[in-house]
C-alpha cells in the first residue's frame, strides 16, 4: 500500500544544508516522473521542483540555485539536496509521483508522508 517515504527533514540553522530522501515502490518509480511540494502552516501546499522522465528538472523560483533534485534509478530513491536553507524554506516537504489511470490514486497521485524541515536562525 505504501508507494513513497520520506525522510531527512531535521532541525537545522539558516545557512545550512539538508539532503531530503524519498524511496519509491516499483510501480510509483515505474511512473517516470515526481514532484517535491511543501506546505508550511497555514499556507498552501506548493510546488517545490518536479523530474520528468526524460531527466529535466523543473525548480520554483525559490529552490532554483539552492535546491537538486535528483533520481537514484538502482535504489529507486529520489533526493531533494537543499542547500543555503532560509527560515522561510521551514515546511513540511511531500514526495509525489504519479499513479497509473487504473490506481485509485490516479485522480491525486501518490504521496509520501511528509517530512518535517524546521530552519532557525
Known amino acids: 500500500q505504501v508507494q513513497l517515504v520520506e525522510s531527512g527533514g531535521d532541525l537545522v540553522q539558516a545557512g545550512g544544508s539538508l539532503r531530503l530522501s524519498c524511496v519509491a515502490s516499483?510501480?510509483?518509480?515505474?511512473?517516470?516522473?515526481m514532484a517535491w511540494y511543501r506546505q508550511a502552516p497555514e499556507k498552501q501546499r506548493e510546488l517545490v521542483a518536479a523530474i520528468s522522465g526524460d531527466g529535466s528538472v523543473y525548480y520554483e523560483d525559490f529552490a532554483e540555485g539552492r535546491f537538486t533534485f535528483s533520481r537514484d534509478n538502482a535504489k529507486k530513491t529520489a533526493h531533494l539536496q537543499m542547500n543555503d536553507l532560509r527560515p522561510d524554506d521551514t515546511a513540511v516537504y511531500y514526495c509525489?509521483?504519479?499513479?497509473?489511470?487504473?490506481?485509485?490514486?490516479?485522480?491525486?497521485?501518490?504521496w509520501g508522508q511528509g517530512t518535517q524541515v524546521t530552519v532557525f536562525s
Open positions: 509525489n509521483a504519479p499513479a497509473p489511470v487504473w490506481s485509485e490514486q490516479a485522480d491525486v497521485g501518490y
Open positions: 516499483e510501480i510509483a518509480w515505474s511512473m517516470n516522473a
